[in-house]
RNA sequence: GCCCAUGUGGCUUAGUGGUAGAGCACACCCUUGGUAAGGGUGAGAUCGUGAGUUCGAUUCUCACCAUGGGCUCCA
């Protein structure tokens, strides 16, 4: 009889004279392996396959073992699964749904008649810990499909019942570990002493299959992962992402401001609106550079307008209408239709193209009240927001620009992770085949140009054309998307915009939509949540904050605020009879790059002393040559001080 | 929008069926101090809004408003 030959990563072969299961050519390799092993990817497919699957012969198997990041998602698995034992061996009235893994973990949805507060989550991690120190074994079972229903018919799990109805296919696996069983495609552990760090984290409450109509559940929210390094690592980042919440950091900071009469629209500060012109003043330069022209269009419209772009008909429900005996109107949500009355207010020459119209118009969205999130998540909204008007042969070298664009912003703002996702066309959609495929080779050869990795999304673009997705990775590794380009042909068929070709006849213009910082004010708090609040000096709403030690130094420090006025350097002058280090403690907290300190010794000197937001300090510098760098890292918008780097020439 | 939770001086918060205490911030006074909080005194709150229960509500009930968490990720 024929052998069995399963193919190792490093090309090596096994040879089996039955079909193995994973764990077998673990064992086949070495016993401790073996011991570790939660599953295998099989033939480079995405998902890992429970341990306990049988290989076909030429399998080529990678090996998953406990200690591994992917072995994370088999632990998550199984923890799931003890904690919806433990749950129901507290309350046995309760009842079982789903629990899936998710990004940083797990969660289980439970139905049960009394909604779960605080103190349970106590009681049921302890009781987690007891079933996992069982050290129960776990084992899959094969069920016909009419016997599980059977089963969990007479147990009362109504929810595992519809979901077995709706698989809709002979059997069915269960995982059992000790009396508890659940249905479960897997994979999952070998026992649940393998399950190391585990931490329930929160509660919610959710729908059964996320329909507002189906039965309200109580989500339990959790993590596992391999080793208690790990998991206290990921506590920590969680812990340092409520600290660095933009909400906090925002009122703290003195930036921003909500107020019940406007959810979902932020107040700036003057603080706050520094940053924002700052970041706006930086775009415009740059529109100069790569050829935009900034435009204003009016925030008001004629819904006749929306009928036209199709806003009304498919957007209506995130937009502000007013009624007025002027007829019925609407705030604008986006810019484009605006900017298509603008192009086609005149005839454009294919000599004109691109026509590339940037726009700060404030825009309004309706939307809905439960996603309202700080800054990140607004009804009154500002965007870096630009309409590229151009031919189909022109695409590529748009596209092209846009990304030298963003590419080219994000590194400045010291952006450096971030990932370009290509959405292609969706089954639903407007426009020939021949003219897609136009458009997204435009996009991919582009991005290969430039030799930017990137993922695709099919079937992911909008019905007028596809789209690229900048997500940007902050310093706590969540994804943000901000940037985004589309390619439209709806639009400018819509308006019937045109120009006219060098055959002298009529031509559609493609419209490009694109933003790179996308909404300023989620920009704002994303950047703000990347940078903990220390804000590169450019757009540090105080950029030096002056504190004298005595009022005998208050005139030299008077002196010293207008040589910064003068350079336009954004200073204050802390002249509060307070002590040194109270100062200083207040300037740190409010994350101000720069405090100069001025005692007896500069004034004498004619120099100043100066402290980082870091700590580092540095003493009898001059004040033109302090300057100097100052305008050196505020004109080049650098991220880090070159202060910082400077060497010390005297010292007290 | 829906579910759950929360809402007390500017901020962070304690607390109670008999109308509230603290810390920070603020004002004034003392302190003029060299790298993350010096001391004292004082002012400041109809306890989110409205209604109900009660002799009496900030506290209990209901409604509304806002905020927070969640609502795609397939057993």
């Not at 090996?63 to 591994?68: G, K, M, Q, Y």
């Not at 897997?186 to 996320?210: D, V």
């Not at 439209?488 to 002298?504: M, T, V």
Request: aromatic fraction near 10%.
């Amino acid at each position: 009889m024929a052998k069995i030959k399963i193919h190792l990563p490093d090309n090596s072969i096994r040879e089996f004279d039955q079909e193995p299961t994973i764990l077998e050519v673990a064992l086949n390799i070495g016993a401790r392996l073996a011991k570790d092993t939660v599953g295998a990817f099989i033939n480079d497919e995405k998902e890992i396959q429970d341990f306990r699957q049988k290989l076909k012969d030429g399998s080529r198997i990678k090996i998953v073992t406990l200690n591994s990041i992917e072995g994370r998602e088999v632990i998550r698995h199984s923890a799931a699964h003890v904690m919806a034992q433990a749950v129901q061996e507290l309350w046995p009235d309760i009842k079982v749904t789903i629990g899936p893994v998710i990004d940083n973990g797990f969660y289980y949805d439970f139905d049960t008649p009394r909604p779960f507060t605080p103190d349970v989550l106590e009681k049921i991690e302890k009781q987690m810990q007891e079933v996992i120190n069982r050290d129960l074994e776990i084992v899959r079972e094969e069920w016909t499909s009419e016997k599980a229903i059977a089963l969990f018919t007479k147990m009362g799990e109504k929810f595992k019942v519809e979901i077995i109805r709706d698989l809709n296919v002979p059997s069915v696996s269960l995982y059992r570990q000790g009396d508890w069983l659940d249905l479960c495609r897997g994979p999952h552990l070998q026992k649940t002493s393998q399950i190391k760090a585990f931490k329930i984290l929160s509660i919610a409450s959710a729908y059964w299959r996320g329909d507002e109509k189906r039965e309200s559940l109580q989500r339990v929210y959790a993590t596992a992962f391999e080793s208690k390094p790990e998991l206290e690592r990921h506590l920590h980042n969680l812990e340092e992402a409520k600290k660095r919440d933009h909400r906090k950091l925002g009122k703290e900071l003195g930036l921003i401001f909500f107020h019940p009469f406007s959810p979902g629209g932020a107040f700036f500060t003057g603080k706050g609106t520094i940053i924002f012109n700052q970041l706006q003043n930086y775009m415009r330069e740059l529109y100069k550079e790569y050829g935009y022209q900034e435009v204003i269009t009016p925030q008001l419209f004629d819904v006749e307008m929306y009928h036209c772009s199709g806003h009304y008909d498919n957007y209506r429900d995130n937009m502000y209408f007013t009624e007025t005996d002027k007829g019925q109107h609407s705030f604008k949500p986006m810019n484009c239709p605006g900017h298509c009355l603008l192009y086609a207010s005149d005839l454009h020459s294919y000599r004109e193209l691109p026509i590339r119209f940037a726009d700060f118009g404030r825009l309004h969205r309706a939307e809905r009240s439960g996603t309202l999130h700080g800054l990140t998540r607004v009804r009154s909204l500002t965007q870096d927001d630009a309409h590229i008007f151009c031919t189909m042969l022109q695409l590529q070298s748009e596209i092209k620009s846009f990304m030298q664009f963003l590419t080219r912003v994000y590194e400045t703002l010291g952006m450096n992770k971030y990932t370009v996702y290509l959405s292609t066309r969706p089954p639903k959609r407007l426009g020939s085949d021949d003219v897609w495929d136009k458009a997204e080779d435009a996009l991919t050869e582009a991005l290969k140009a430039l030799n930017i990795p990137y993922t695709v999304n099919p079937g992911d673009g909008a019905f007028y054309g596809p789209k690229l997705d900048i997500m940007f990775t902050d310093a706590l590794d969540r994804p943000w998307q901000l940037g985004t380009l589309q390619l439209d042909f709806n639009l400018p068929e819509r308006f019937e915009l045109k120009y006219i070709g060098d055959d002298n006849k009529e031509h559609r213009p493609v419209i490009l939509h694109r933003a790179i910082l996308g909404t300023l004010e989620r920009f704002i708090g994303v950047f703000l949540e990347h940078t903990a609040g220390k804000l590169p000096t450019w757009l540090a709403p105080i950029q030096i904050q002056i504190l004298n030690l005595t009022d005998r130094q208050k005139d030299y420090c008077e002196m010293l605020v207008k040589s910064f006025r003068a350079n336009n350097i954004r200073v204050h002058f802390d002249d509060r009879v307070e002590k040194l280090g109270f100062k200083i403690r207040e300037g740190q907290l409010q994350k101000i790059p720069y405090l100069v300190i001025v005692g007896e010794k500069e004034v004498e000197t004619k120099t100043i002393s100066v402290r980082l937001l870091g700590g580092e300090q540095k003493n009898a510098l001059d004040l033109n040559q302090f300057i100097n760098t100052l305008n050196s890292e505020i004109g080049g918008r650098l991220n880090k001080s070159p202060l910082a780097e400077l060497k010390q020439e005297v010292s007290h």
